[in-house]
């Protein structure tokens, strides 16, 4: 049986049990879920445990083997550009979708007054993480470690990613036979890296099967009935974006065959769906592009992890329609010009989201004062914390097969044959060229 049918499997079953131990109200059942509820974090920091090493030796390696620091530009280029057009799709679909649907239209004032009250709390500390967040220079300067080992132990991927690029740039210019030592040094830490990756995922579904478990077992049917038409606007809008732009981009920009595709990486957005987190999900992200898909260790060991940094594109999404939804819900009118604002907004914004769960509403705050909602934010916040968490989860999804669609596109782009069996026409749109 294949990885992401026992996820799959792991999925559904936790989100029955869980549905169960939610509409049964059986206390001690509820509280059995949550007493599981560390087995599925151990989990988490286990394959978490991998992302600095395999980045570092991963990237180190696919730096190094380059040999062009020209290539490297090339690839970082196509890179962004990729991810900061499709971000800003993401956000103009979330905001057509709102402008159709109106989901804030419909919202009793006594419901906006209940979440408010129930979430108020929630929202006063999201928002004083967000006014003790860096500023744009600052964040801009964070990006050069001034200690890259530090970098690591804190998890800060932008910092550790620099520097592990200007090393591997600097490896190909000394000796060769010491750069030769270096590289099988790294080498071995990558291949050691992905024995231990599968050797955790084989604890996938059970782990899976208790995440989904707790938090549907905790997360409240009537938040969700009260919020149906956001959180219909939300997953639609998702669903687009993952079956809809990254399928035309697969098919005429890199070749592929989407179906194929999506059945090759299905692990993956169903593994981030169960943690909520890119970085979490990224050492299986890197494994399926490299084993999966085809996608060259120097194209995958780039890509993905910048990926897993500032590719956001499911969380601003969801940033313009909560946006749209709070203004709609207190009747304040955002006409063309404020809603290009979003979109310009919620594209940087998202780019510096952390690759952690509920980022997205650390980073929703900026994009509501930019429009003027200033004396919103706080109720505002209020009224969608409630099912920020299952939502949390499928943006991450949408975040990952983002990035893997984006490996997919520069490896076609720069000659690469990806899925084996199938053999696309070439498309001569390489720099290179």
């Known amino acids: 049986m294949q990885l992401y049918t026992k996820i799959l499997i792991g999925l559904v079953a936790g989100a029955v049990v869980g549905a169960a131990a939610n509409l049964s109200g059986i206390e001690p059942f509820q509280n059995f879920l ?9 989990f988490i920091n286990l394959i978490t445990m991998i992302v600095v090493p395999l980045v570092v030796a991963s990237l180190l390696v696919g730096t190094a083997s380059l040999g062009d620091l020209r290539k490297l530009g090339r690839i970082g280029g196509k890179t962004l550009l990729f991810y900061m057009c499709t971000t800003a799709v993401a956000v103009s679909i979330g905001l057509g979708l709102s402008n159709i649907v109106k989901p804030g239209a419909g919202v009793a004032e006594t419901t906006r007054n209940e979440l408010a009250a ?5 929202a006063a500390a999201r928002m004083d993480l967000a006014a003790n967040a860096p500023s744009w220079v600052e964040t801009l300067m964070s990006v050069i470690p001034r200690n890259p080992i530090q970098a690591a132990a804190n998890m800060e991927l932008l910092p550790l990613i620099f520097f592990t690029i200007c090393f591997g740039a600097a490896l190909t210019v000394i000796q060769a036979d010491r750069r030769d030592a270096v590289l ?23 782990a899976v099967f208790v995440l989904i478990a707790s ?6 049917f009537d938040l969700l009935q009260s919020l149906a038409v956001y959180t219909l606007v939300v997953v639609s809008g998702l669903l687009l974006h993952a079956f809809g732009t990254y399928a035309l981009v697969l098919r005429f920009l890199a070749g592929l065959n989407p179906a194929r595709f999506y059945k090759r990486i299905a692990a993956v957005p169903l593994l981030a769906f169960s943690t909520s987190s890119s970085n979490a999900t990224l050492p299986l992200t890197i494994e399926t592009a490299e084993e999966k898909l085809g996608v060259s260790n120097e194209v995958a060991s780039f890509v993905l992890p910048l990926g897993a940094t500032i590719n956001m594109d499911g969380t601003a999404l969801y940033q313009a329609v909560a946006v749209m939804f709070i203004a709609q819900i207190y009747g304040i009118p955002l006409d063309l010009a404020d809603q290009m604002i ?5 594209t940087l914004a998202s780019i510096g989201a952390a690759g952690v769960p509920s980022a997205g509403i650390i980073t929703l705050i900026i994009v509501l004062n930019s429009v003027g909602l200033q004396g919103q934010v706080q109720a505002g916040i209020a009224l969608i914390l409630g099912v920020d968490r299952i939502l949390d989860m499928l943006r991450t999804s949408v975040n990952v097969t983002g990035d893997l669609s984006c490996a997919a596109f520069v490896a076609r782009t720069e000659g690469e044959t990806l899925l084996p ?6 498309i001569p749109i390489s720099a290179a060229d």
């Open 421 to 426: 069996d199938v053999v696309p026409e070439p």
């Open 34 to 42: 949550g007493a599981l509820e560390p087995l599925g974090t151990a």
């Open 184 to 206: 099988k040094f790294f080498e071995g830490v990558n291949e050691t890296s992905m024995v231990l990756i599968n050797w955790i995922m084989e604890l996938a579904p059970y």
């Open 215 to 220: 938090v549907v077992g905790n997360f409240g």
């Open 118 to 122: 129930r979430y108020g709390g929630d």
């Open 342 to 346: 979003i979109v310009m907004t919620a």
